[in-house]
Nanobody, 122 residues
Framework: VQLQASGGGLVQAGGSLRLSCTASGRSFNTYAVGWFRQAPGKEREFVAAISSNGINSYYPDSVKGRFTMSRDNAKNMAYLQMSSLKPEDTAVYYC????????????????WGQGTQVTVSS
């Protein structure tokens, strides 16, 4: 599976962005999808995950209520809708997939895409 994250950009605090994760290859609907982010000088951190059928999702407290993840298996795509953005959300955002259920553990993901930069200005 090859993944490509897109949709990043520069936005003012309080604004919104929608990131997309496009997957190539077969069986996308058998993979859980996760989003992670990495800010300069910091470790990569978990942002969101969604189950293969799109029914279950999971968010850390830092983004809960502001970020929503969804997917369209017919299009081999997953999305991260981000609202009420804060300067501390500034980071490179990565999408990843894994065969098993959703997890917030970075090492549990099998394939990763290149990131997309999100910059939130104050």
């Amino acid at each position: 599976v090859q993944l490509q994250a897109s949709g990043g950009g520069l936005v003012q605090a309080g604004g919104s962005l929608r990131l997309s994760c496009t997957a190539s290859g077969r069986s996308f609907n058998t993979y859980a999808v996760g989003w992670f982010r990495q800010a300069p000088g910091k470790e990569r951190e978990f942002v969101a995950a969604i189950s293969s059928n799109g029914i279950n999702s999971y968010y850390p407290d830092s983004v809960k209520g502001r970020f929503t993840m969804s997917r369209d298996n017919a299009k081999n795509m997953a999305y991260l809708q981000m609202s009420s953005l804060k300067p501390e959300d500034t980071a490179v955002y990565y999408c990843a997939v894994r065969r098993l259920g959703i997890t917030f553990v970075e090492e549990g993901y099998d394939f990763w895409g290149q990131g997309t930069q999100v910059t939130v200005s104050s």
